[in-house]
């Protein structure tokens, strides 16, 4: 079983879905299925390409925001001996691409939309993608032989938009194997986010939330880890300065070593935005036993049910009450709570148990035999 991904990146910047494509892979690889990545190199000298991994394949940066370059359709019809194309994002031309020539070489494909049906989403860019969706991507879709969603909630957004392709339910992979429980040291309470810094995070909230706590949160930190949106920094910088909060910190990008550590120190992980399709950092934070507090804009109830965390309204006074009661609750039901986090990580998000589920969706698709739980029609 030979098996292409598509998407238009696999730098470092790209976050979420280049990892999750890249774990896929190589779980694939793991569970004896030939799993091979097409995808841009990087152009910009801050970023690098997530793995060296034979099994990606790089052609030339394309510059444009579509994301196009004939290099891309050359490769494709060359090399056509693939027996399923699995596309990830849906809103440049490697996916338009990758569906058009399956279907002329009456092959199989997926797509995974990576969150970006969700209503949120179209609202930005809202004339361009109406326009783009109407005249080509449900087209696309509805011809998929399915769609990978990593949510019930994201299943839900693709289906009000009239698509009926089956659609499986697989979430993102993490890697655990290598990944130690982390061993905090005690010297100080941390309450973190990690990743983008943009708008549509409300980082911002976690900063209001911590100055209506006042004197209960003076010996804790609050850490800010990542980079992003300039003018976005910029204001949370200037929230902190008119908020009085010195024990608000922001370490930057971060990656490798620096940001286990940083990670690793963190007491519980906040985060705060009003909408995740999946959100792997959750799966770094649980895999590492470290709790975590997220917003209902997140699909993880299953923090309440498997009390690893919390799963709360999104609101400022929310937020301070939960993170009061996450820095009054005991070291020892921390760590607890952490434990059940690790354990939700093993049973159902490793590499390994998602690897062995899209092994499954493929051969479903490619040998049609009884239909899984996990795909609905």
């Not at 194309?85 to 058009?100: C, E, F, S, V």
């Not at 010195?246 to 990656?255: E, K, R």
Request: proline residues 4%; glycine residues 6%; aromatic residues 10%.
């Amino acid at each position: 079983m030979d098996i292409l991904h598509t998407i238009p990146s696999m730098g470092i910047n790209s976050g979420g879905p280049a990892l999750s494509a890249f774990l896929t892979a190589k779980g694939l690889q793991a569970v004896g299925v030939s799993a091979e990545i097409l995808t841009y190199d990087v152009s910009d000298q801050s970023d690098k390409i997530i793995s060296s991994e034979n099994f990606i394949h790089l052609l030339p940066p394309a510059t444009n925001s579509f994301a196009y370059s004939k290099s891309f359709k050359k490769y494709l019809i060359e090399k056509r001996t693939y027996d399923l194309y699995h596309a990830q994002g849906i809103w440049q031309y490697p996916t338009l691409i990758t569906a058009k020539l399956a279907r002329k070489f009456n092959k199989p494909y997926i797509i995974t939309p990576r969150g970006m049906l969700y209503p949120q989403d179209l609202a930005k860019g809202k004339l361009e993608k109406t326009i783009f969706l109407k005249l080509f991507l449900k087209n696309d879709l509805q011809k998929a032989a399915c769609i990978q969603a990593t949510c019930i909630e994201e299943m839900e957004h693709i289906r009000n938009l009239g698509i009926t392709s089956p659609i499986a339910v697989i979430p993102n992979p993490i890697e655990i194997n290598n990944i130690e429980i982390s061993s905090r040291t005690k010297d100080k309470l941390r309450i973190g986010y990690l990743g983008r810094l943009h708008p549509r995070k409300n980082i911002e909230r976690l900063m209001y939330a911590w100055h209506k706590l006042g004197d209960k949160v003076s010996n804790a930190e609050l850490v800010v880890i990542g980079d992003g949106d300039r003018r976005y920094m910029d204001f949370l910088r200037s929230e902190t300065k008119r908020l009085f909060l010195p024990n608000v910190v922001f370490t930057g990008f971060l990656s490798g070593e620096a940001k286990n550590n940083a990670l690793n120190s963190l007491s519980y992980l906040a985060v705060p935005s009003d909408f995740e399709n999946f959100g792997n950092i959750i799966t770094e934070a649980l895999v590492r036993g470290i709790p975590v507090i997220a917003s209902k804009g997140t699909p993880w109830q299953e923090l309440e049910t498997h009390h690893c965390g919390w799963w709360i309204n999104n609101d400022v006074q929310t937020l301070a009450t939960t993170i009061e009661i996450a820095i009054n609750t005991s070291e020892s039901e921390r760590q607890a709570m952490g434990l059940c986090g690790r354990k939700l990580m093993e049973e159902n998000y490793s590499i390994e148990i998602v690897a062995q589920k899209v092994k499954q969706l493929y051969e479903w698709i490619l040998t049609n035999n009884e239909k899984l739980k996990f795909v609905y029609t």
